[in-house]
Protein backbone atom coordinates (compact mmCIF):
# COMPACT_ATOMS: atom_id res chain seq x y z
CA UNK A 1 0.00 0.00 0.00
CA UNK A 2 1.36 3.47 -0.63
CA UNK A 3 2.11 5.69 1.88
CA UNK A 4 0.41 9.67 1.59
CA UNK A 5 -0.10 12.16 4.08
CA UNK A 6 -3.27 14.21 3.94
CA UNK A 7 -3.85 17.01 1.68
CA UNK A 8 -5.43 19.84 2.65
CA UNK A 9 -7.61 22.18 0.80
CA UNK A 10 -8.35 25.21 2.60
CA UNK A 11 -11.55 26.91 2.14
CA UNK A 12 -12.18 30.48 3.59
CA UNK A 13 -15.32 32.11 3.77
CA UNK A 14 -14.77 35.90 4.00
CA UNK A 15 -17.98 37.44 5.33
CA UNK A 16 -19.50 41.01 4.85
CA UNK A 17 -22.66 42.37 5.98
CA UNK A 18 -25.23 43.44 4.02
CA UNK A 19 -29.12 42.84 2.72
CA UNK A 20 -30.57 40.90 -0.13
CA UNK A 21 -32.13 37.32 -0.97
CA UNK A 22 -31.39 34.64 1.05
CA UNK A 23 -31.71 32.28 -1.44
CA UNK A 24 -28.11 31.02 -2.13
CA UNK A 25 -27.17 27.39 -2.18
CA UNK A 26 -30.72 26.30 -3.44
CA UNK A 27 -32.12 25.91 0.29
CA UNK A 28 -32.91 29.40 1.67
CA UNK A 29 -31.52 30.29 5.01
CA UNK A 30 -33.69 31.73 7.15
CA UNK A 31 -31.48 35.20 7.81
CA UNK A 32 -31.19 37.48 4.87
CA UNK A 33 -27.30 38.46 5.51
CA UNK A 34 -24.87 38.02 2.62
CA UNK A 35 -21.34 36.98 2.73
CA UNK A 36 -18.38 36.69 0.41
CA UNK A 37 -16.78 33.13 0.03
CA UNK A 38 -12.95 32.60 -0.69
CA UNK A 39 -11.70 29.45 -1.85
CA UNK A 40 -7.89 28.13 -1.05
CA UNK A 41 -6.48 25.02 -1.64
CA UNK A 42 -3.33 23.78 0.56
CA UNK A 43 -1.29 20.58 1.29
CA UNK A 44 0.31 18.52 3.99
CA UNK A 45 3.80 17.46 3.93
CA UNK A 46 2.77 14.08 1.38
CA UNK A 47 6.76 11.99 1.22
CA UNK A 48 6.56 9.02 -0.83
CA UNK A 49 9.03 6.83 -2.50
CA UNK A 50 7.67 6.60 -5.91
CA UNK A 51 5.39 10.12 -7.19
CA UNK A 52 6.91 13.52 -7.68
CA UNK A 53 3.50 14.68 -8.29
CA UNK A 54 0.02 14.33 -7.87
CA UNK A 55 -2.04 16.93 -10.75
CA UNK A 56 -5.96 17.58 -9.90
CA UNK A 57 -7.72 19.34 -12.36
CA UNK A 58 -10.55 21.35 -10.27
CA UNK A 59 -13.41 22.37 -12.47
CA UNK A 60 -15.53 23.83 -9.60
CA UNK A 61 -16.53 23.85 -6.44
CA UNK A 62 -20.05 23.21 -5.24
CA UNK A 63 -22.22 24.07 -1.94
CA UNK A 64 -25.63 23.89 -0.23
CA UNK A 65 -27.67 24.38 2.34
CA UNK A 66 -29.07 20.46 2.40
CA UNK A 67 -26.49 17.87 3.70
CA UNK A 68 -24.71 15.81 0.99
CA UNK A 69 -25.39 12.38 1.44
CA UNK A 70 -23.92 9.86 -1.10
CA UNK A 71 -27.94 9.21 -2.11
CA UNK A 72 -27.96 12.97 -3.19
CA UNK A 73 -25.09 13.35 -4.67
CA UNK A 74 -25.93 10.54 -6.58
CA UNK A 75 -28.81 12.01 -7.93
CA UNK A 76 -27.74 15.13 -8.52
CA UNK A 77 -24.59 14.64 -11.01
CA UNK A 78 -25.98 17.76 -13.03
CA UNK A 79 -25.79 20.25 -10.17
CA UNK A 80 -29.10 20.69 -9.64
CA UNK A 81 -31.62 20.14 -6.31
CA UNK A 82 -29.99 22.78 -4.17
CA UNK A 83 -26.54 22.73 -5.42
CA UNK A 84 -25.12 26.06 -6.09
CA UNK A 85 -21.31 26.48 -8.24
CA UNK A 86 -19.05 28.51 -5.31
CA UNK A 87 -16.24 28.72 -7.77
CA UNK A 88 -14.82 27.64 -10.88
CA UNK A 89 -10.90 27.76 -10.69
CA UNK A 90 -10.78 25.28 -13.78
CA UNK A 91 -7.38 24.65 -12.87
CA UNK A 92 -4.73 21.68 -12.63
CA UNK A 93 -3.27 21.99 -9.41
CA UNK A 94 -0.23 19.63 -8.50
CA UNK A 95 -1.22 18.94 -4.67
CA UNK A 96 2.38 18.23 -3.71
CA UNK A 97 3.19 22.01 -4.39
CA UNK A 98 1.03 23.70 -1.79
CA UNK A 99 2.68 22.03 1.43
CA UNK A 100 3.26 23.20 4.86
CA UNK A 101 1.10 25.71 5.07
CA UNK A 102 1.19 27.22 0.99
CA UNK A 103 -2.22 27.76 -0.11
CA UNK A 104 -3.58 28.61 -3.37
CA UNK A 105 -6.73 30.61 -4.05
CA UNK A 106 -9.43 29.15 -6.03
CA UNK A 107 -12.19 31.59 -6.43
CA UNK A 108 -14.41 33.73 -4.45
CA UNK A 109 -18.73 33.67 -4.18
CA UNK A 110 -21.44 35.54 -2.38
CA UNK A 111 -22.87 33.60 0.16
CA UNK A 112 -26.60 34.38 2.39
CA UNK A 113 -25.31 33.69 6.19
CA UNK A 114 -27.27 30.21 7.56
CA UNK A 115 -25.61 26.86 7.59
CA UNK A 116 -24.40 24.70 5.16
CA UNK A 117 -24.40 21.33 5.25
CA UNK A 118 -23.02 19.90 1.82
CA UNK A 119 -19.99 20.28 0.04
CA UNK A 120 -18.31 18.84 -3.11
CA UNK A 121 -15.16 19.35 -5.36
CA UNK A 122 -15.98 18.50 -9.53
CA UNK A 123 -12.80 17.35 -10.95
CA UNK A 124 -11.67 16.72 -14.79
CA UNK A 125 -10.42 13.21 -14.45
CA UNK A 126 -9.10 13.54 -18.28
CA UNK A 127 -6.79 16.06 -17.24
CA UNK A 128 -5.76 14.75 -14.01
CA UNK A 129 -2.94 11.95 -13.45
CA UNK A 130 0.12 11.19 -11.45
CA UNK A 131 3.67 11.74 -12.27
CA UNK A 132 6.28 8.70 -10.37
CA UNK A 133 9.87 9.40 -10.17
CA UNK A 134 10.80 7.23 -12.71
CA UNK A 135 9.05 10.18 -15.08
CA UNK A 136 6.22 7.65 -15.66
CA UNK A 137 2.75 9.57 -16.01
CA UNK A 138 -0.44 7.70 -14.69
CA UNK A 139 -3.70 9.28 -16.41
CA UNK A 140 -7.19 7.90 -17.08
CA UNK A 141 -6.15 6.65 -20.38
CA UNK A 142 -2.38 5.35 -19.67
CA UNK A 143 -1.16 1.54 -19.22
CA UNK A 144 -1.15 1.36 -16.24
CA UNK A 145 -3.63 4.04 -15.36
CA UNK A 146 -5.44 5.92 -12.54
CA UNK A 147 -8.72 5.72 -12.58
CA UNK A 148 -11.17 8.39 -11.53
CA UNK A 149 -14.61 6.69 -11.34
CA UNK A 150 -16.84 9.65 -10.48
CA UNK A 151 -14.70 12.82 -9.87
CA UNK A 152 -16.59 14.57 -13.14
CA UNK A 153 -20.13 13.67 -12.61
CA UNK A 154 -21.44 13.51 -8.56
CA UNK A 155 -18.19 14.69 -7.80
CA UNK A 156 -16.26 14.58 -4.77
CA UNK A 157 -18.10 14.79 -1.57
CA UNK A 158 -16.58 16.85 1.51
CA UNK A 159 -17.19 15.34 4.68
CA UNK A 160 -18.39 17.75 7.61
CA UNK A 161 -17.94 17.16 11.35
CA UNK A 162 -20.34 20.13 11.74
CA UNK A 163 -22.29 22.12 9.61
CA UNK A 164 -20.45 25.38 8.08
CA UNK A 165 -22.02 28.62 9.80
CA UNK A 166 -21.93 31.44 7.82
CA UNK A 167 -21.87 35.01 9.70
CA UNK A 168 -22.42 38.06 8.44
CA UNK A 169 -19.92 40.59 9.21
CA UNK A 170 -17.50 37.16 10.40
CA UNK A 171 -15.09 34.79 8.79
CA UNK A 172 -15.23 31.54 8.99
CA UNK A 173 -12.75 28.59 8.27
CA UNK A 174 -13.39 25.97 6.19
CA UNK A 175 -10.34 23.22 6.84
CA UNK A 176 -10.60 20.53 4.40
CA UNK A 177 -7.81 17.14 4.48
CA UNK A 178 -7.71 15.28 1.50
CA UNK A 179 -6.53 11.93 3.12
CA UNK A 180 -4.34 11.05 0.05
CA UNK A 181 -3.32 7.90 2.17
CA UNK A 182 -7.03 6.41 1.78
CA UNK A 183 -8.11 8.18 -1.92
CA UNK A 184 -5.50 6.21 -3.91
CA UNK A 185 -5.80 2.40 -3.53
CA UNK A 186 -3.43 -0.04 -5.43
CA UNK A 187 -4.85 -2.52 -7.56
CA UNK A 188 -1.90 -5.07 -8.10
CA UNK A 189 1.42 -5.70 -5.95
CA UNK A 190 3.15 -2.04 -7.46
CA UNK A 191 1.73 0.68 -9.36
CA UNK A 192 3.60 -0.09 -12.97
CA UNK A 193 1.78 -3.72 -12.43
CA UNK A 194 -1.83 -2.52 -12.03
CA UNK A 195 -1.84 0.95 -11.23
CA UNK A 196 -3.98 3.17 -8.92
CA UNK A 197 -7.60 3.47 -8.41
CA UNK A 198 -9.02 6.82 -6.99
CA UNK A 199 -11.24 6.18 -3.96
CA UNK A 200 -10.97 9.99 -2.38
CA UNK A 201 -11.70 10.25 1.44
CA UNK A 202 -12.12 13.96 2.17
CA UNK A 203 -13.24 15.28 5.53
CA UNK A 204 -13.89 19.25 6.88
CA UNK A 205 -13.48 20.56 10.01
CA UNK A 206 -14.38 24.65 10.95
CA UNK A 207 -11.89 26.97 13.10
Given at each position: MLSFDRVRIMT?????????SAAACGDSPTTAGRGTLAVRLTDAPFPTDSVSSVD?????????????????????SAGTHGWTTLAEPNLSVNLLAYQNGASLPLGTATLAEGSYHGFRLIIDPSKSSITLKNGVVLSNTSTPNVSFPSGSRTGIKIVL???VEIVASDTTTMLVDFDVANSF?????????????????VKATTQ
Open positions: VLALAAGVGIFVVRVDGRVAAADSLAVAQDTTPVLRGNTILQSGLLFKPV
